[in-house]
């Protein structure tokens, strides 16, 4: 292989690694501070819906990125009503929340699109930093980047860190010191849906250049297993996209390799490209089979919180 | 009881108009009228004999995937992976239902056991991966839906795509391998029947026998179940054998008694539904019944109003769940609220 | 009522009364500390000690009355307010964040004065915590995970944690409970030395030698209510015992009769024979020392072997060898002649029964209703199962009955569990345990958290037990609970093993340097 492709592979995978890496990055601030939310899905669909339709109608990608970035921190709002303020169990909530945003972003793209308001407008790209064209690095993807040290710089070097790891483990303590526990969670998840509405929007801007129905395609929920294959640590988190992703891109160029092809053929499995589409699926079960239950989540992940 | 439901029904009926506010609200954005949505959406419902079959039709999967999901979450486990099973159930039903020289007695059962069967195994992987690694239950179903998705886009390519090799779809089941129709010109087929039946049956299960009071203590207390020598793996196990296997079948039923073919992108998302029906039944096999019914009803009315209302497409079904859902949560919790300043609400 | 003229209160309740809903908690009480004053709040569990020291650390705010700070009206927003003000509070049940270091620990309780939430001020904590800690003679890992260390070190975080430049005074909540004989008299040292520096102790107890032992001033509470105020060198134990459980107290008939030991009359007592439990050098592997090693005893029928100990020493394991929840790495256990698997299921089937520790999430399960968890004990007996179905109307019988018999205060079969109070919830996991008569009964902590009344129909029912022929391990950290109820011997379990087996007349001392693990041998008390 030549220094060229590896190159393109290293950026395209790390491309592909931003929105994971961005959505638990999320997911790692909220089960830390003890919330569950298996809505990271929804809100990586909302943030890439929002990126593309404010992209476009203001043509400027940054407007599009931080439109992505309010946007998901609103829709988190509504899970951190129910989830955190109401008290109602996570899980379901981040279920409906889901739902809620499937069916949303599809109508409403549907209705966009129908307006004809995406019409003769082009979609602004990400400007690349680095390199241009199949072997470059855009700013999302550098800010996902840069977020690991600076997640695990808040979590571990800083006094706001203790308090939001005293608040997943023990969160009658870090309300002795002092801390408003439900308020503190609501904010972290608040955080958590702005980090999935830039990693919808790396996601729509950075890696298709559109948006598509279920474009996300369980993203979220490889997120929360990256979470648990990171041992709720920013560089692990990091790690594991970085694996997934490195994988993605690998069978997608697997793909389109002929001794592959041909050996694939031979075999008379029909198309075979489902397969190539079910590998991260079945990679992140098999790692969440081999770290098990070795790793230990904070103690006080999804119990509601009563102020005394 | 009764009196307990006749004052809860203000509350209820008031998180549920806030419901119907904020939906009507989405549609007038989408530019669409909320009461023409409504008036197809009752159409589409029970506008007609047709279309009241066609609610029935819609509610038997819901039904059975509503009892798959109402049973793991009796047990405590979190199985969102009712869409998979689903689809798993579908794949082994067709595979069954397109054999030639099947004895035509044996031939429907035969379809329903494979259905159930591949449901169980699907879901028998996420309880191994729990009791065994520790995974999360909630993570591994969710990922195995995703994986089914990409077997049944497989599927109806390789192995099970038509003779003529056209479309991504299979042939048609044997006729033995369907199940009869109740009503002449509508879908409504004996296999609602067989759901009803199921509703029943997991019923006395639950309440009547031993294993359904171990799935109810492991689900209630873990500890205390543990301690009083209930197996608990095997019981989460079952479980997860049992919830899988109806959520199979509620493939399989849909195989044998609709479509009568196996396609890409089979399920509208009858398996996520799932959840929003066992939760509004508050997890009681005999309150899935109306529950499915009202989410049977809501599906056969939105592909109505996809029909006949431009710019509301079928996701809108999706809105209508999560919405009905925050209703009912927002309900609940007011409904708590209420029964602990009832208690005195001593700190 | 003793009066010390001269100095302000640090901090003083006046005429403060505390409802939470119907429920009066406090009622007209008057408290106060002065500065260099150890000053005890003694009573029973539910006489309102904890509601007071709410209110004096600023979890709670009165109903009526005030609280006085250096004598001026003040009003704490909460803990964390009370806390800026010279309020510490050292908390029965540590909150701290095991995962977390010690320093970090420290960290987490600063107040926001020194530096923002971005900052890391670890040094800065260390620096004033060190400086502390040498001042008391304390040596502390402080880059340890808390959650590694010993009780008698967490609690000391706890101290250093509510002890601040600021901190007038300090309120310690049952401080002994969890730790060791030995080290109760350093805790002790500690108390009077932050005394000394002129800062005002509240120490809460229901143990009366301790009070009598490190306080000046005492204050009694009963029902809410102010009972005895004194000075401890005017009083003594039998005066303060008197005013803390009161004339009127209805528990030593419970004790006699009642209704469990009434449904046990006629019951012939076994004759000890054989042992009814037999256990020979049992061990259970831990990661870095066994957790439990080389235990041997066996227990006859119709009596009480107690197993004192500090919490912490191996009692869980013990119990979960003995109800079939884990598997010992090696040693015997027999239940008469049978071995039985290690499986509670077996255990049950073999003639055990257990009383666990946590009644709330071993004992029962809370969302079940009372025949479902009395249904638990049985529901593999024949005399309930026909094939795979359950008999209900004959388990809701059999239910009614029970509730009958032991006393369960509930609406009915169909109540749910959660819906009683702690006291008739322990007797529905009594009522499972002894209801089918069996030949060992295994009961830990059985009266943790229970009211004088609760408490004395627990031991009411394990004696009942005893006299009908039961082999009985009590395993409590209450050692007055253990003495008391023992009938031959008593075990002290200290680090995985028994440091002695003692005759319950055996003086206390004795049994607490073997509870601290001064090891000793008993000729002649050894296991039989």
């Known amino acids: ?308 | 009881m009764k009196q307990r439901l006749l004052r809860d029904l203000p509350l209820l009926l008031l998180t549920f108009s806030l419901g119907a506010a904020a939906l009507a609200l989405i549609i007038r954005l989408v530019g669409a009228s909320p009461v023409a949505v409504s008036k197809a959406l009752w159409d589409g419902a029970f506008g007609s004999r047709y279309s009241l079959s066609e609610t029935l039709v819609q509610t038997a999967p819901l039904l059975l995937t509503g009892l798959g999901v109402a049973v793991a979450f009796r047990c405590g486990l979190f199985n969102i992976g009712a869409e998979g099973q689903f689809l798993v159930g579908a794949m082994a039903a067709t595979g069954v239902g397109i054999l030639k020289n099947v004895p035509a007695v044996i031939h429907l059962p035969l379809l329903l056991l494979a259905g159930a069967a591949a449901g169980a195994l699907w879901s028998g992987i996420a309880g191994l991966l729990k009791v065994y690694r520790g995974v999360q239950e909630v993570l591994s179903t969710l990922l195995l839906n995703f994986v089914a998705l990409q077997m049944l886009s497989w599927m109806v390519r390789g192995p099970l795509q038509e003779a003529q090799k056209g479309f991504p779809q299979s042939d048609l089941i044997a006729v033995p391998a369907r199940f009869v129709l109740l009503a002449p010109g509508t879908r409504l087929h004996a296999g609602v029947l067989l759901a009803l039946f199921c509703a029943a049956l997991i019923w006395f299960f639950l309440r009547w026998t031993a294993g359904g009071f171990a799935l109810r203590a492991v689900g209630s207390g873990e500890g205390a179940a543990e301690a009083a020598g209930i197996p608990v793996r095997r019981t989460v196990l079952a479980t997860f054998l049992l919830s899988g296997a109806l959520s199979g079948l509620a493939g399989a039923i849909q195989i044998s008694g609709v479509t009568y073919l196996l396609s890409d992108g089979y399920s509208p998302g009858y398996g996520y539904t799932a959840i929003a029906v066992a939760l509004l039944a508050n997890l009681s096999p005999l309150a899935v019944v109306p529950s499915a019914l009202f989410f049977g009803a809501l599906t056969a009315g939105s592909n109505v109003v996809q029909q006949r209302i431009v710019g509301i497409p079928s996701v809108v079904v999706q809105v209508l769940q999560a919405v009905v859902l925050l209703a009912f949560l927002a309900y609940a919790w007011a409904r708590e609220r209420r029964q602990r300043r009832e208690e005195g609400g001593v700190a | 009522m003793a009066e010390q003229g001269g100095t302000i209160p640090l901090i003083a309740a006046r005429g403060i009364t505390r409802r939470f809903g119907a429920f009066t908690a406090l009622e007209r009480v008057d408290f106060a500390v002065r500065p260099g004053e150890i000053h005890a709040l003694l009573g029973e569990n539910g006489a309102g000690k904890s509601t007071l020291m709410n209110l004096l650390s600023g979890l709670l705010r009165p109903s009526e009355g005030e609280i006085l700070l250096n004598g001026d009206p003040v009003r704490f927003r909460s803990p964390a307010d009370a806390e800026r003000q010279g309020i510490g509070m050292v908390h029965q049940h540590f909150l701290l964040v095991p995962p977390l270091s010690v320093s970090e620990n420290l960290l987490l309780g600063t107040a926001p004065g020194m530096g923002g939430l971005l900052s890391y001020p670890i040094r800065r904590v260390l620096d004033e915590a060190r400086s502390l800690a040498d001042r008391l003679g304390w040596r502390i890992p402080w880059n340890a995970p808390v959650g590694s260390l010993p009780v008698g070190t967490q609690q000391r975080i706890e101290i250093l944690k509510a002890l601040r430049g600021v901190t007038r005074v300090l309120i310690f909540d049952e401080p002994t409970a969890v730790l060791t004989p030995t080290e109760t008299p350093e805790l002790f040292d500690t108390l009077r030395r932050l005394a000394g520096e002129g800062r005002g102790i509240v120490f809460i107890s229901h143990k009366l030698d301790e009070v009598l032992a490190l306080s000046e001033t005492i204050t009694v509470l009963r029902r809410g209510r102010v009972v005895a105020r004194t000075r401890a060198a005017e009083t003594d134990a039998r005066s303060l015992a008197e005013a803390m459980v009161g004339p009127d107290r209805e528990a030593s008939s419970l004790i006699q009769d009642g209704a469990v030991s009434a449904s046990r009359a006629g019951q012939a007592t076994v004759p000890a024979g054989g042992a009814a439990l037999f256990v020979e050098n049992l061990a259970v592997a831990g990661q870095a020392r066994p957790l439990l090693n080389g235990l041997s005893f066996a227990v006859s029928p119709g009596e009480i072997f107690g197993i004192a100990g500090v919490d912490g020493n191996g009692q869980g394991e013990l119990a979960d060898c003995l109800a079939g929840l884990i598997r010992p790495s090696s040693g015997t256990l027999r239940i008469g002649n049978d071995q039985p698997a290690a499986s509670p299921g077996a255990f049950r089937r073999a003639g055990v029964a257990v009383i666990p520790a946590d009644r709330q999430t071993r004992g029962l399960a809370l969302p079940l209703s009372l025949t479902e968890n009395l249904a638990l004990g049985v529901y593999d007996s024949p005399v309930y199962r026909r094939g795979p179905l359950l008999l209900w109307p004959a388990l809701r019988r059999r239910t009614e009955d029970l509730i009958r018999q032991y006393d369960i205060r509930a609406t009915g079969a169909g109540a749910l569990a959660r819906s009683l109070s702690g006291g008739n919830q322990q007797k529905v996991v009594i009522a499972r345990a002894l209801a089918e008569n069996p030949r060992v009964v295994v009961a830990v902590n059985p009266t943790r958290g229970l009211d004088v009344g609760a408490i004395a129909y627990v031991h009411a029912a394990l004696r009942g037990a005893q006299a009908s022929g039961a082999a009985i391990v009590l395993i409590s950290t209450e050692l007055e609970e253990v003495l008391s109820l023992a009938t031959h011997r008593v075990a002290v379990l200290y680090e995985g093993a028994f440091s002695g087996i003692v005759s319950p007349d055996s003086p206390r001392d004795e049994i607490g340097l073997l509870m601290g693990g001064k090891t000793r041998e008993v000729p002649g008390a050894a296991a039989r």
């Not at chain 1, 590998?279 to 079960?285: D, E």
């Open chain 1, 1 to 308: 292989m030549t220094t060229a492709l590896i190159l393109s592979l290293v950026l395209q995978s790390l491309a592909y690694a931003a929105p994971v890496l961005l959505a638990s990055l999320g997911g790692l601030f909220s089960e830390r501070v003890g919330v569950v939310n298996i809505g990271l899905e929804g809100l990586l669909l909302v943030g890439a819906l929002a990126a593309v339709v404010a992209a476009t109608v203001t043509g400027s990608a940054l407007l599009g990125v931080l439109i992505a970035l309010l946007v998901g921190g609103a829709l988190a709002a509504l899970f951190a009503l129910f989830g955190v303020v109401l008290r109602r169990d996570q899980v379901i909530v981040g279920t409906t929340l889901n739902f809620l945003a499937l069916g949303l972003t599809g109508m409403l793209y549907r209705a966009w699109s129908a307006s004809g308001s995406g019409g003769g407008k082009p979609l602004p790209p990400l400007t690349p930093i680095v390199g241009d064209g199949s072997t470059s690095l855009n700013a999302l993807t550098l800010l996902a980047l840069l977020l690991v040290p600076a997640a695990h710089w808040l979590l571990f070097r800083t006094r706001l860190g203790v308090i939001l790891r005293a608040t997943g483990e023990v969160p009658e303590a870090a309300a002795a010191g002092g801390t408003a526990v439900s308020r503190l969670r609501v904010l972290v998840c608040l955080l958590t849906g702005g980090l999935c509405g830039l990693g919808g929007a790396s996601l729509s801007l950075g890696i298709s250049s559109a948006f598509t129905e279920g474009m996300t395609n369980g993203r979220g929920f490889i997120a929360l297993a990256v979470v648990v294959f990171g041992r709720w640590n920013p560089f692990g988190a990091l790690a594991a996209s970085l694996l997934f992703a490195a994988a993605d891109v690998a069978q997608a160029r697997l793909q389109t390799v002929a001794g592959v092809q041909n050996w694939l053929a031979s075999l008379h499995l029909g198309d075979t490209y489902p397969f190539f589409l079910a590998l991260p699926y079945v990679l992140t079960l098999v790692a969440l089979a081999i770290r098990g239950s070795k790793v230990r989540p904070p103690a006080a992940l999804g119990q509601p919180f009563e102020q005394g």
